[in-house]
């Protein structure tokens, strides 16, 4: 090998020549990824969106309570979606670089393997990274909000009691009916009717509006009237201006609000309070959970290894790599069906938590090992006496 002196400051120069190819790699990478990450995320708002139908359909919400439920189901969607937009955006921008041959001049200038790879690697890391704040942060507050706003859907009187145009059975003998509703709640044309032990009330009035009244929720009925049959054969007839008839004998009590395992903060996953039962009972469910929010963000790094193996861990193909990326995409699928076996076994045994951190680390180093042992043949840049950079012989 040629040995060529150089002059001061050229090892500077090519420094930075190198941090310039580096931010090229990054940004290259990095286009695709975001890209494939929206694509993915748009997919999910759409299927959950269409599944939070029935908030329309049944509940008569609006199309905004709609919107932001959807929305809110997005932090929990972002464990599987980033490291499959991590995976695929790598895919896509490593194969066009390697086919176009400019990771290949990165080889021949002189870049070692690490220098060349660290670009997609900091990618993997920050949207770990950012993966790990979601699940810690973000993802228990959005689905705490979620779920209070479903919790209100479902108890909404004005939604499951009263339909425009329909009559509305509810328990304890309670019919309810009426012609339209406006915009701002205002009941038109209200007909109810309520069937006891001591006979049939029925009430009609021209408007009317579900309110509460010292915490009770009403339906404050104006310019109507009650008439009373009963069993005897009386009928009491009443005329009103305005009448509060009381809701909650006909509320629901069996439905209240309880977080799921998804809605806990990591403290409440990792130390339940043990003096409620359902926790007590579903102790290892919850630190399973909290595991699982901790281990997921190793896969955006396992899988972008696997599309650096796929792609840089080979030699130079001038017909594609497919082969290569079926290969490291079977590799990512069965790794994370493995990972989602394992999080349902941590459910019945604590030590099993452990392999939720070995699956995802243990295929990391396999495909980093076989990223490096494949050698690369490339050229040294040195400097001549004149300050050129010349490839070195051996």
């Not at 009717?193 to 010292?214: L, P, W």
């Not at 007590?280 to 929010?293: I, N, S, V």
């Not at 938590?353 to 990223?371: D, E, H, K």
Request: positive net charge.
């Amino acid at each position: 090998m040629y040995y060529i002196s150089a002059p001061p400051g050229a090892s500077n120069a090519f420094t930075r020549h190198m941090t310039l190819i580096e931010r090229y790699l990054f940004r290259q990478i990095l286009g695709p990824i975001l890209a494939a990450v929206a694509a993915l995320a748009a997919v999910a708002l759409l299927s959950q969106g269409l599944r939070g139908l029935d908030l329309i359909v049944e509940r008569g919400q609006s199309a905004w309570i709609l919107i932001k439920v959807t929305a809110l189901a997005l932090p929990q969607l972002m464990t599987m979606i980033l490291p499959i937009g991590v995976f695929v955006g790598a895919l896509l921008s490593l194969n066009r670089l390697h086919t176009e041959q400019e990771i290949v001049v990165c080889f021949a200038g002189g870049m070692s393997r690490w220098r060349v790879i660290s670009p997609a690697v900091r990618i993997a890391v920050f949207a770990a990274l950012i993966a790990l704040a979601v699940n810690i942060w973000v993802q228990p507050l959005a689905s705490r909000t979620m779920r209070e706003q479903l919790y209100s859907a479902r108890t909404d009187l004005a939604a499951t009691l009263v339909k425009e145009g329909e009559f509305v059975q509810a328990s304890k003998g309670l019919t309810v009916y009426t012609q339209s509703i406006d915009q701002n709640g205002l009941l038109k044309n209200l007909f109810i009717s309520v069937a006891g032990e001591d006979g049939q009330t029925v009430y009609t009035a021209q408007e009317g509006r579900i309110t509460k009244n010292e915490g009770k929720p009403v339906l404050l009925m104006r310019y109507g009237s009650s008439q009373e049959f009963a069993k005897n054969g009386v009928l009491n007839f009443l005329s009103f201006d305005e009448y509060a008839f009381d809701l909650s004998p006909y509320m629901k009590n069996d439905v209240y609000l309880r977080y799921k395992t998804s809605d806990r903060w990591l403290h409440e996953l990792f130390f339940p309070n043990l003096q409620d039962q359902w926790e007590q009972r579903d102790q290892l469910k919850l630190l399973a959970e909290g595991h699982a929010r901790l281990s997921a963000p190793l896969y955006n790094i396992t899988f972008m290894a696997l599309a650096l193996a796929a792609v840089v861990g080979g030699g130079f193909s001038r017909v594609g790599y497919g082969r290569r990326i079926a290969g490291a995409a079977g590799i990512a699928a069965v790794t994370r069906i493995v990972g989602f076996g394992i999080l349902a076994a941590c459910e019945d045994s604590a030590w099993l938590n452990i392999l939720q951190y070995l699956v995802p680390a243990v295929t990391a180093w396999f495909a980093f090992r076989a990223l490096f042992r494949q050698r690369v043949n490339r050229y040294v840049p040195v400097a001549s006496d004149q300050g050129a950079l010349m490839p070195s012989a051996s």
